[in-house]
């Protein structure tokens, strides 16, 4: 069995009416999910407020928060990058993966105003470094710009991609807003034309946003308010460390989806094979970015470089240094390396799981760490502030953001099919199966 | 790939060992006029050595001018073998195939030129057998491990003897194909180098694992090359060099220039060889749409180093980009720099017609290198030469002399000669991977359309 088709033949008639069934439909023990999600999302919401309603200072309260929104924009938004790389590199193993990453584009909603939030806690902003270099109403303005055109782009891409099945839903008659969200669609020549040219360009835009999306946030939230940290890797980094991120949550949605929801049919091994080899080589370019950050800082030796060091890698983060090092790097090569686990849907997904804590772990470094020392411009200190421990505040909002992008995935999949139809429709237009000497071989067509 | 041609194993042999078993009277033209230039260096460089430094255009601050730029200049050209062979292998990419060993050659012609210049460099070459054999005899020091002196040579050498080996693995069926079809003294040097290969399955399943291995140890050593000449920079505490991006920064412009060299020498190969048949616009098609990826996203790492240059506003920083930038003759230099190096050749490709038009394929990729070489000056000497701190320092303008263009003449006509002297005993395009992608080569009919198809495992 060729390892690129679905576990089990399918149809595309088949595929349609199995996928389009489950929309609306709730399955046993997702009510309670949802439920456990809604009160944790709440909770982080009251959380923020409270905090909101406590005042700016001390800046160090922020760094959670913070290292919330890095997360999420991380591991989540940056997912839709990975379907539309497959795409773009016609790579067919990523058809059942595209739908379970563009859906985390709904994570706009929730890093959106967390953004807008942390912008209004920093501290004065005249004279500081910054990638926005004086202009006016920066960074509030043009950060808030960003972040709403960024989310939006994910938004539309998600919608523009999914416009075909609504089409399908409204077709089957299945209930629901499908009609409107089809909005006319039919499959006309010209309409599929739309829908590849707007995938391309939406996609191409989204993917040309992405680094700098990362630079804004990793600058304006993080190095800017440590005194002497300037790293022109830094931006680069936090951008390939969050794909790493993406691919990791999509791996993990994709494992949660076939698991839970019943795809086995439709997410076979190769989206997980294919995913872990790009995976392995994301470790490895989070390892290099890292070692070419340190690497000057260490040989560097002004003090400021000595005081970043202290900061981020060997003073009160220390262990989360070691940890995310570990998670993203270390464990992830050790265990991709090797072929049973990369061909494996057990393997990647463990692996993905790691990832996505090491990252976790990787954001708290970098936002706690520099909010720890956010103060006026022109500050000078010898040595970093002892670790800033999290309270109750700061746990909430820890969980509930990604409770909240989660509850808004699952809240989505009741109106989007968890795989793309028509491009799983498609792939199996464009695969064969055929006998090659004693074997059987898949072919894949590769239309211009 | 849209076009496929059908290309029977005899054809192949034919047409890919011609040049091989044929001497035509162009080749020894060609291989005249650039062993002419190459020696025309040679002197030169001999008159350097007899009268010293003095040749070159090198004033007080500035020590590092052209040749260290001609050397990560190829430097940066010898990645384009690895880039093309070792990542599209194992990438299964199936225009690779006639790409890889005219790419692999380059790398090793490119980097075994580099390693030429920072002898040179020295004005007493002979001095260098220290890196050899790092010990002072006279007195009694052993060398600082940490010392650029013994990375950028560790690395390099590393980088050409897994290249060679890279292009001699995947060279061992053709040699014998070669050896198969020869006489004389041409069989008994392609048999003693085909190592007995007969295409055994035993054989073809050593090579095919020999080349993977290869291809996945060669990345990591191809990374850390360009790294750790980068690290020669950026681990100084000069304004315009110490900087944290320099590492990926360096990597990726090296993949933009080498890719775009190996588009060039396509395009050459194609006309002078006729291998029309085999280098077809597809394959600059594919080519082109790389060359996007990479060229913007190593414009991407530039804006880094340049936004990260001017953030802190450090008023030596500011000092060095207005220098860059601003001041003649770099003002100049720099303006060339990203008008070759991105924003003429970049809109060309985005277009389909423009990809597969070999000439402006040939053209645009020319560019690239124009500005690359010309990056590698901006990035080294203005840093040595802004406004010092001390006044003896102040104004130093740095002018190449003569002797420092003629090196960089012969450098270029130097790799065109090993890549012209390694076609006329080798096949430039591999046999077996030519062969192979025709046994692998499937249609998939689609309505009334047979598109062409990949076989997936």
Not at chain 1, 222 to 231: F, I
Not at chain 1, 425 to 436: A, C, D, F, I, Q
Not at chain 2, 20 to 28: C, D, G, H, K, Y
Not at chain 2, 383 to 399: A, C, D, G
């Amino acid at each position: 069995m060729a390892r690129h088709h679905p576990t089990a033949p399918i149809t595309a008639e088949e595929a349609t009416h199995d996928l389009l069934r489950r929309l609306g439909q709730v399955r046993a023990g997702t009510g309670g999910v949802v439920l456990v999600l809604a009160v944790l999302a709440v909770a982080g919401l009251v959380a923020l407020v409270a905090l909101i309603a406590s005042g700016p200072e001390p800046r160090a309260k922020w760094g959670y928060a913070a290292a919330t929104l890095g997360f999420l924009v991380s591991a989540a938004q940056g997912a839709p990058i990975v379907a539309f790389a497959t795409r773009l590199a016609k790579g067919f193993w990523g058809i059942p993966l595209r739908r379970a990453a563009e859906l985390f584009a709904v994570s706009g909603i929730v890093t959106t105003p967390l953004y807008i939030v942390l912008l209004f806690q920093l501290p004065d902003w005249r004279g500081r470094p910054s990638v926005w270099f004086d202009w006016p109403g920066a960074p509030l303005l043009w950060d808030s710009i960003a972040i709403v055109m960024f989310s939006l782009a994910g938004l539309a891409l998600l919608y523009l991609s999914s416009r075909p099945d609504f089409a399908a839903a409204r077709d089957a008659g299945i209930r629901g807003p499908f009609q409107r969200l089809a909005l006319g669609w039919i499959g006309t020549v010209r309409q599929w034309q739309v829908l590849s040219g707007g995938i391309v360009v939406l996609g191409g835009l989204y993917l040309m946003f992405y680094p700098y999306m990362h630079m804004f946030l990793a600058v304006d939230l993080g190095m800017s308010l440590v005194p002497g940290w300037k790293s022109a890797v830094f931006a680069p980094y936090h951008g390939v460390s969050g794909l790493q991120a993406s691919l990791a949550s999509t791996l993990l949605a994709a494992a949660a989806l076939r698991h839970f929801g019943g795809l086995q049919r439709y997410i076979g091994l190769a989206p997980f094979w294919g995913a872990a080899k790009i995976l392995l080589a994301l470790s490895l370019l989070f390892f290099y970015f890292t070692w070419s950050e340190f690497m000057p800082t260490w040989y560097g030796r002004t003090p400021e470089e000595i005081f970043v060091l202290e900061l981020l890698f060997f003073g009160p983060y220390l262990w989360l240094f070691i940890l995310s090092f570990s998670l993203n790097f270390i464990l992830p090569f050790l265990l991709l390396i090797w072929n049973p686990i990369r061909v494996s849907i057990k393997g990647p997904t463990f692996v993905a799981a790691l990832v996505l804590i090491g990252n976790f772990i990787d954001r708290l470094r970098i936002y706690v760490a520099s909010w720890s020392v956010a103060g006026p411009v022109g500050q000078h200190l010898e040595h970093a502030p002892p670790t800033h421990y999290p309270g109750l505040p700061d746990l909430l909002i820890l969980v509930g953001g990604p409770a909240a992008v989660v509850l808004l995935y699952l809240l989505a999949l009741r109106f989007i099919p968890p795989i793309s139809l028509w491009e799983f429709k498609n792939g199996l237009l464009l695969t064969r199966e055929r006998p090659y000497v004693k074997t059987e071989v898949a072919v894949v067509a590769k239309p211009r | 790939m849209q076009e496929r041609r059908d290309l029977p194993p005899p054809k192949v042999n034919d047409d890919l060992l011609r040049f091989s078993l044929r001497t035509p009277l162009w080749f020894w033209f060609a291989a005249a006029g650039l062993g002419l230039v190459v020696a025309i260096g040679v002197y030169n460089f001999g008159l350097m050595v007899t009268y010293g430094l003095q040749v070159l255009g090198l004033t007080y601050p500035v020590y590092w001018a052209v040749l260290i730029t001609n050397f990560v200049f190829w430097v940066g050209i010898s990645h384009a073998g690895v880039m093309i062979s070792a990542i599209l292998r194992l990438t299964q990419a199936e225009w690779r195939r006639p790409v890889t060993r005219a790419a692999e050659v380059l790398t090793v012609f490119a980097l075994a030129t580099a390693a030429l210049f920072p002898l040179i460099h020295t004005g007493r070459p002979w001095r260098a057998i220290y890196w050899v054999f790092p010990y002072d005899f006279a007195r009694g020091i052993w060398p600082d491990v940490r010392s650029a002196l013994i990375w950028d040579p560790s690395a390099i050498f590393t980088y050409l003897t897994g290249s060679s080996m890279f292009v001699y693995v995947a060279l061992l069926p053709d040699l014998a194909v070669a050896r198969d079809r020869s006489t004389g003294w041409r069989r008994r040097l392609y048999g003693l180098l085909a190592l007995g290969f007969h295409g055994t399955a035993r054989q073809w399943r050593l090579q095919t694992i020999a080349g993977i291995l290869l291809s996945a140890l060669i990345l990591p050593v191809f990374v850390s090359v360009h790294s750790i000449v980068s690290f020669d920079f950026a681990m100084a505490i000069v304004p315009g060099w110490h900087s944290t991006v320099f590492a990926p920064y360096f990597v990726i412009g090296a993949v933009h220039s080498g890719v775009s060299a190996v588009a060039t020498l396509m395009a050459v190969l194609r006309r002078i060889f006729r291998l029309e048949d085999y280098i077809t616009p597809d394959h600059f098609d594919a080519l082109g749409r790389l060359l996007v990826v990479v060229s913007t996203t190593w414009l991407f790492f530039f804006l880094m180093d340049f936004y990260f240059g001017i953030y802190s506003r450090e008023p030596a920083e500011l000092a060095m980009w207005e220098l860059r930038v601003f001041t003649w003759p770099y003002n100049l230099l720099f303006a060339i720099f990203l008008l070759t190096g991105y924003i003429i050749p970049v809109p060309f490709w985005l277009f389909r017609r423009c990809r597969r038009n070999v000439a402006v394929m040939f053209w645009t990729s020319l560019l690239v290198n124009v500005g690359m070489w010309l990056e590698r000056y901006i990035l080294i000497v203005p840093p040595l030469s802004y406004k010092h701190m001390f006044p003896f320092t102040w104004m130093t303008v740095y002018e190449p002399r003569p002797a420092e263009y003629l090196l960089v003449i012969a450098s270029f006509a130097l790799v065109s000669l090993g890549i012209l002297l390694f076609s006329k005993i080798f096949p430039i395009i591999p046999l077996f991977d030519i062969k192979e992608g025709q046994v692998l080569k499937q249609e998939v009919q689609i309505g009334r359309v047979k598109v062409p198809a990949v076989i997936r495992e």
